[in-house]
Nanobody
Framework: QVQLVESGGGLVQPGGSLRLSCEAS??????MSWFRRAPGKQREWVAT??????NYIHSVEGRFTISRDTGTRMVYLQMNSLNPDDAATYYC?????????WGQGTQVTVSS
């Protein structure tokens, strides 16, 4: 059984930073990604890491960094220079043995 557990969300002021974490259990991980959904909007892809290669949605390039610790089965999303448009529920997603799995989400609020 594959489980993803996110942590690290919270309230941050504009310009601040947060680091999200996601721990994956079970299976052979092929890729890991972060998605987000802001209130009233559709879920959007944010970043992916596959075999050490990373990709980002344009709006977060240069501010967010996705990384993975294969030894601990963790994936991180370091978020810098946060602005109100980044406020959302962030979801960890993993492709494991050909199937996609989701975490429960962690809330990020950007407000002064």
């Amino acid at each position: 059984q594959v489980q993803l557990v996110e942590s690290g969300g919270g309230l941050v002021q504009p310009g601040g930073s947060l680091r999200l974490s996601c721990e994956a259990s079970g299976g052979s991980i092929e890729s890991m990604s972060w998605f987000r959904r802001a209130p009233g909007k559709q879920r959007e892809w944010v970043a992916t890491i596959i075999n050490g290669f990373t990709n980002y949605i344009h709006s977060v390039e240069g501010r967010f960094t996705i990384s993975r610790d294969t030894g601990t089965r963790m994936v991180y999303l370091q978020m810098n220079s946060l602005n109100p448009d980044d406020a959302a529920t962030y979801y960890c997603n993993a492709k494991v043995d050909g199937r996609y799995y989701w975490g429960q989400g962690t809330q990020v609020t950007v407000s002064s």
